[in-house]
């Protein structure tokens, strides 16, 4: 099979056009589709976060020639391919050993059942969901009524949820909670914070929050659970693999880079 017939598949569950409408309604930049084509057969598929060295090792140890990731292998365009870059030694390698590489980006974050909505699902929304950029084909960013409980009792069962040990909690422990807002990856800024304020939320989950936002949330009265990158993405990320598995028509798996959860 080849890799374009691979694509189209992925692309009818999850279109880049999805990535395409975020832009055009909010701006901003993306690189998902096809980034490499070796144009070989697809003998199986790898699923991974990121294009890291520990994908590829796993693909060619399943005899697989495609790696699948969420985050764009190729962000920005790039000058030059050197050996003795990091980024330029993950494409080589990958090149070299005849793997393709599949990014699906900013489609898989706003897509209904994405990676935004996945991370909700790990916080523990009920009822019914309020998105905070919404557009034709999408949303990101989730605002939702959660289980009453203390801010301890929450960040642990997300922790849990996330199959993550690493956090930074700001806010008072032991207050209770009822409302939260999330946005998975690095997704909060000024608007974030003021659409999860309007809807009454009491507590904000994302990743790579700047300090200034982390300030702006506490002062009003957000407690801040800030994940690292990989953790808010993964378990989403990992459901979709689940839901593609079956239809791609080749052996796929699942590659973890744990010591980034």
Known sequence: MKLKEIYDKIDALYP???SDDYIAAFGGHD?????????KDITGAVFSL?????????????GANLIVTHHPAIFFPIANLRADDALGAR??????????VVSMHLNLDCAAGGIDESLAEAVGAQGEIHVCERFESGGYGRIYTIKKQ????????????LNTHRAF?????????????????????????????????NAIVSADIKHNFICDALESG???????????????????????????GVPCAYHEDKCML
């Open 16 to 18: 880049k056009k999805v």
């Open 31 to 39: 690189n998902s589709g096809i980034l490499i084509d070796a144009g």
């Open 50 to 62: 990121d294009l890291s060295q520990g994908a590829i090792d796993a693909a060619i140890k399943a």
């Open 91 to 100: 494409l080589l390698r990958a090149i070299e050993a005849g793997i393709g």
């Open 150 to 161: 203390t801010f301890s009792q929450f960040a642990a069962s997300l922790l849990q949820a």
């Open 169 to 201: 909690l700001y806010g008072a422990e032991a207050e209770e909670i009822g409302k939260a807002a999330s946005f998975c990856g690095a997704g909060v800024d000024a608007g974030a914070i003021a659409a999860a304020k309007r809807c009454g939320a």
């Open 222 to 248: 957000l407690k801040v659970v800030q994940l690292t990158h990989y953790a808010s993405e993964n378990y989403g990320f990992k459901k979709i693999y689940q839901h593609l598995k079956d239809v791609l």
